[in-house]
T-cell receptor, first 114, second 108 residues
Framework: TAGITQAPTSQILAAGRSMTLRCTQD?????MYWYRQDLGLGLRLIHY???????GKGEVPDGYSVSRANTDDFPLTLASAVPSQTSVYFC?????????????FGPGTRLTVL | GQSLEQPSEVTAVEGAIVQINCTYQ??????LSWYQQHDGGAPTFLSY????GLEETGRFSSFLSRSDSYGYLLLQELQMKDSASYFC?????????FGGGTRLMVKP
């Protein structure tokens, strides 16, 4: 079982360009999340989705948008990238039927905005 | 909002016991989780406490005191592979808020 996959693994992006980070899970989890982790710091929640068709804002949503058209996919879009969005982005999922607290993380996307 | 505090760095020797503390302030509270993250890797779930007391999972234990807004992760019989960052996280509703992480260095 793959769990959660993210693409790309890493990306260098020019400021002002748009980009979509992809996230797919095969565990049929209802809830999915996007976090950013800056060097040496903890994870900060960007957006979340409790179930397909719904999304919500996390701690640092500005500059990002998400969609949840189906259970498996939860893409994150940067409409116009800025250097402060340089970070490692982790997608995660959880089965709220068991425990919100056990979140399963993807391998991350390392994004550099120049 | 939520805020969590944990030490930035802890060093211990192989075979020893180490305790990583976490204090939190939150407007709502359902439980405290702990995650491990090796350099370059993804966070992985270690434990969860919803009620006061100690939860044990092998060499790792986690403790919670809701009245003190305090918890800790206890790692016993430290191994070199335990060198990693450890994050506490508060569940205050439909999302987790993570602390800044504690970098544990295990020395021979």
């Amino acid at each position: 079982t793959a769990g959660i996959t993210q693409a790309p693994t890493s990306q260098i992006l020019a400021a002002g360009r748009s980009m979509t980070l992809r996230c797919t899970q095969d565990m049929r989890h209802n809830a999915m999340y996007w976090y950013r982790q800056d060097l040496g710091l903890g994870l900060r929640l960007i957006h979340y989705s409790n179930t397909a068709g719904t999304t919500g804002k996390g701690e640092v949503p500005d500059g990002y948008s998400v969609s949840r058209a189906n259970t498996d996919d939860f893409p994150l879009t940067l409409a116009s990238a800025v250097p402060s969005q340089t970070s490692v982005y982790f997608c995660a999922s959880s089965d709220e039927g068991t425990s919100l607290n056990e979140q399963f993380f993807g391998p991350g996307t390392r994004l550099t905005v120049l | 909002g939520q805020s969590l505090e944990q030490p930035s760095e802890v060093t211990a020797v192989e075979g020893a016991i180490v305790q990583i503390n976490c204090t939190y302030q939150t407007s709502g509270f359902y439980g405290l989780s702990w995650y491990q993250q090796h350099d370059g890797g993804a966070p992985t779930f270690l434990s969860y406490n919803a009620l006061d007391g100690l939860e044990e999972t092998g060499r790792f234990s986690s403790f919670l005191s809701r009245s003190d807004s305090y918890g800790y992760l206890l790692l016993q019989e430290l191994q070199m592979k335990d060198s990693a960052s450890y994050f506490c996280a508060v569940n205050a509703g439909n999302m987790l808020t993570f602390g800044g992480g504690t970098r544990l260095m295990v020395k021979p």
